[in-house]
């Protein structure tokens, strides 16, 4: 069993200190002796891991002599800071349209800080340190040189001179096979809960925008492929097609209504990893189906046919921008020396799948760049690399600590000692007590303990931690009528299947029994299985029943099955009806919104997105702080985003943690017998379906247009009295000349030093637009035709609209004639 960390440091009171919708302006610091600070300016990026070469094991929060920079990351902070600043210089101006857009702090829904500077360090990057022929006024931290250096995937000039490093940073991923072109990425780093799906929408609007308004501006891409680890998230994400209805474009207000049509020029796929493994050499099409015989050879998939048959119509608009979903599963798998489990070969299996995928994709008609988003751009046990260490193309970095110090999320809330104030460590190794507890005979023959002897030792943290979930429900279901009622839920993340059925029987009361039943054929019998339901050992609100299943047990290898969205694969109904319960899990009106616990091994999958997560048991080893971060996410996403109107912070929230040792997580106490009332939930203002035709829309407005009916201004040029130009007093030129001082006597303006220089027309036009022109020309007759009108000066705004449609020589003479006869 690996090592266990010991108890983290003492909770902090108030873990939100600053608003999610600015730059970070303090943060905690955590000192050896578990003393909390709040520090002035935000926390520098940087990461930890264990090492198994030192064994280096962080046992506080943030002791600066065991974590590693992302100077990269830093250094980019500075830059995109004084960027944004100076009003995103040398940006196009859709660019800046669209930043400002984004940056409006009376917008209907305000996006997160974190969410802007993710945007802002990609199109930094991409359209300003990448454009050759602009450079910015100012000395950056990176310097064009070393942006240049990082992205030929050679060492920059701010590393240290000699110094070793265990990540050396890069804008290149180079591929193992030789002849390949390597593929440009940068990754974002964004907690979960964050709006990495925002980020994506934002980033699909500034290229589409910037490619749409100047088609032959190729470093802005018009396609885009969204890849995505399972079914459940490539459902979701297609709220990123601008085709579709009800996309984050408009739901969010991601682009400016002037600026739909060119994003809607812009086409984005969005497919599983599982789309880039090749076709069998031996699969066919057959009956609308596709199929494999033994009988059909066709070779390997050359890498067009590959990159056509991904990539649809987009293989035309290419080179297209690929956006990874969860990233870190797609990484190139180093060497390993000795032994790989089944789980990480796996795992090495589906990164080697997803990344050749892209390699095939970028030789055959070409990748611009790659957009890694994910809350944990590090490398996993069995990768090859260091566990825990990040990626090289890190750019950007809003992680966890920084989100619960922001309010983003929710706050973990650990059990801790009335006396001591700290963790009790029964609740919080709650595996390590387990393991230490064995009796003899209690442990099966590969080490771990037998799934009953589980339940034992942990029976009183698993009835301890249901208590506290049946506080929260009765207060959700006190809300007041008419309120939704959706019911909070506890997760229970286990070791083995063994474990997990143990738990998931005795918290629903339901099981699989053996029975005998006549065949009809004289005495003989046979054995059938039959679900009988006996009721929770804990609460009734668990106990599942004929028609309505309040627990939940996520079988992983049924799930697996039908997230792969793989066409050759056979999907039974019952594995269909599973994802589709967890995908919903907490949304009203769906077959997830009565689920209240949900058992299952291992750590759930990517895509569980449900926020009425108030609970979470780990009844498993931890050997990695990685690890402890993914479980505890499953249950960090807010309900409530209405920020405080005296503080303008985000309200906490929690979620309760039993059995999961972090140590790099801001955490809050609480005693475990005690009530939190804070937990009660608001009571949700809302408009009534029933009520919808009384629905008052106001539209966004951008600008006004005046269309006159009355008042018009009209030229009687019949009517007016014709200029005489006589021809002896017609002037043949107009000279110009500096003037300096006071000339006396009346003297000839051809005398002096100064050059006189003649004045011509073209001059004239060239230094003012003849729009400047017309403009000024009505400007000077409504000044003459309301010198004595009193009120506002709307009138005059919609007279200068009749105005302009007079032809200029018109208005220049009507000047004239008023000023020598009055209005």
């Not at 709006?195 to 032959?216: D, E, H, I, Y």
């Not at 880039?276 to 494999?292: D, F, N, P």
């Not at 506080?471 to 309120?483: C, I, L, N, V």
Request: charged fraction near 25%; hydrophobic fraction near 35%.
């Amino acid at each position: 069993m690996p090592a266990q960390l010991e108890l983290p440091v003492q909770p902090v009171n108030s873990p939100v200190i600053c608003s999610p919708y600015y730059e970070p302006k303090s943060h905690w610091r955590y000192n050896d002796h578990g003393e909390a600070q709040e520090l002035s300016g935000r926390r520098p990026s940087f990461y930890w891991y264990n090492d198994d070469s030192t064994k280096r094991v962080q046992v506080d929060l943030f002791a600066s002599e065991r974590t590693d920079e992302l100077i990269l990351v830093n250094m980019l902070r500075d830059d995109v800071r004084r960027w944004r600043q100076s009003g995103y210089e040398t940006a196009t101006r859709v660019t800046r349209q669209l930043l400002e857009h984004w940056n409006r702090g009376d917008r209907p829904r305000r996006l997160f800080f974190c969410q802007r500077e993710a945007v802002e360090t990609i199109i930094y990057l991409n359209e300003i340190l990448g454009s050759r022929s602009r450079r910015l006024r100012w000395n950056t931290k990176l310097i064009f040189e070393d942006y240049q250096r990082l992205r030929r995937g050679e060492r920059p000039g701010f590393l240290a001179e000699g110094a070793e490093y265990t990540v050396i940073p890069t804008l290149l991923d180079r591929p193992n096979e030789d002849g390949l072109e390597p593929l440009a990425r940068y990754g974002c780093k964004m907690a979960t809960g964050s709006g990495k799906t925002v980020v994506m929408a934002m980033l699909l609007s500034w290229t589409f925008c910037n490619r749409g308004r100047v088609p032959s501006d190729d470093r802005f891409p018009s396609a885009a492929l969204i890849l995505c680890p399972n079914l459940t998230i490539k459902e979701r994400l297609q709220v990123l097609r601008p085709d579709v209805a009800d996309n984050y474009f408009e739901q969010f207000d991601i682009v400016p209504a002037t600026l739909l049509p060119e994003l809607k020029k812009g086409k984005v796929i969005v497919a599983n990893w599982h789309q880039l493994a090749l076709e069998s050499e031996h699969a066919e099409m057959s009956g609308g189906k596709k199929a494999s015989f033994r009988v059909v050879n066709k070779g390997e998939e050359s890498p067009e046919a590959f990159a056509r048959r991904v990539l649809g119509d987009l293989y035309e608009r290419a080179p297209i921008m690929v956006l990874n979903d969860e990233a870190h599963h797609a990484y190139r798998p180093a060497p390993v020396h000795g032994r790989v489990s089944q789980e990480d070969q796996k795992e090495r299996n589906e990164a080697t799948i997803w990344v050749q995928g892209l390699d095939r994709i970028n030789q055959a008609c070409g990748i611009k760049f790659c957009m890694d988003m994910t809350a944990t751009p590090f490398y996993l046990h069995g990768s090859g690399y260091v566990e825990g260490s990040p990626f090289p193309w890190i750019v950007s970095d809003f992680g966890l600590v920084d989100a619960i110090e922001s309010g983003i999320t929710k706050i973990p809330r650990l059990p801790v000692s009335d006396t001591t104030g700290r963790p009790e460590p029964k609740y919080f190794t709650l595996w390590r007590h387990i393991m230490e507890h064995l009796q003899p005979g209690e442990k099966l023959p590969g080490g771990k303990p037998k799934p009953e002897v589980v339940w034992r030792e942990a029976e009183d943290a698993l009835a301890t931690l249901a208590s506290q979930w049946k506080e929260r429900f009765q207060y959700t279901q006190a809300r007041a009528p008419g309120q939704e009622h959706t019911p909070p839920v506890m997760i229970v993340v286990c070791d083995n299947t063994d474990i997990a059925q143990v738990f998931f029987e005795r918290i629903s009361g339901e099981r699989m029994i053996e029975i005998e039943e006549a065949t009809g054929k004289d005495t003989k019998t046979k054995k059938t299985k039959q679900i009988v339901y006996e009721g929770s050992q804990l609460f009734p609100e668990f106990s599942n029943g004929d028609n309505f299943r309040p627990t939940l047990r996520i079988d992983t290898k049924l799930l697996e099955q039908v997230e792969s969205d793989d066409p050759v694969k056979n999907k039974s109904q019952a594995a269909e009806e599973l994802r589709e319960t967890i995908a919903h899990i907490g949304k009203p009106g769906t077959r997830g919104q009565h689920v209240c616990c949900v058992v299952s091994v291992q750590m759930l999958t990517e895509g569980w997105d449900a926020n009425n997560v108030t609970h979470i048991l780990g009844l498993r080893a931890f050997g990695s702080q990685l690890l402890c971060e993914q479980v505890v996410g499953r249950g960090l996403r807010r309900m409530d985003y209405t920020p405080d109107p005296e503080t303008g912070l985000l309200p906490e929230e929690y979620v309760d943690v039993y059995g999961i040792p972090f140590s790099i997580i801001p955490f809050r106490g609480r005693s475990a017998n005690k009530p939190a009332p804070e937990d009660k939930p608001k009571n949700e203002v809302k408009a009534l379906a029933e009520r919808k035709h009384f629905e008052i829309r106001f539209p966004i407005v951008e600008g006004y247009a005046f269309a006159l009916k009355q008042n018009l201004i009209r030229a009687d040029i019949d009517g007016m009295e014709p200029l005489v130009i006589e021809p002896d007093r017609t002037p043949t030129a107009v000279y110009v000349k500096p003037q300096v001082g006071i000339q006396m006597g009346g003297g000839s303006p051809f005398i002096g030093g100064f050059e006189v220089i003649e004045e011509n027309r073209s001059q004239y036009y060239e230094a003012y637009h003849i729009q400047t022109i017309k403009f000024e020309i009505a400007r000077r007759v409504i000044r003459k035709l309301t010198e004595d009108v009193t009120g506002d000066a709307l009138p005059k705004m919609r007279m200068t609209a009749g105005l302009k449609r007079i032809p200029a020589g018109v208005l220049a003479l009507a000047v004239a004639w008023t000023s020598s006869r009055g209005p």
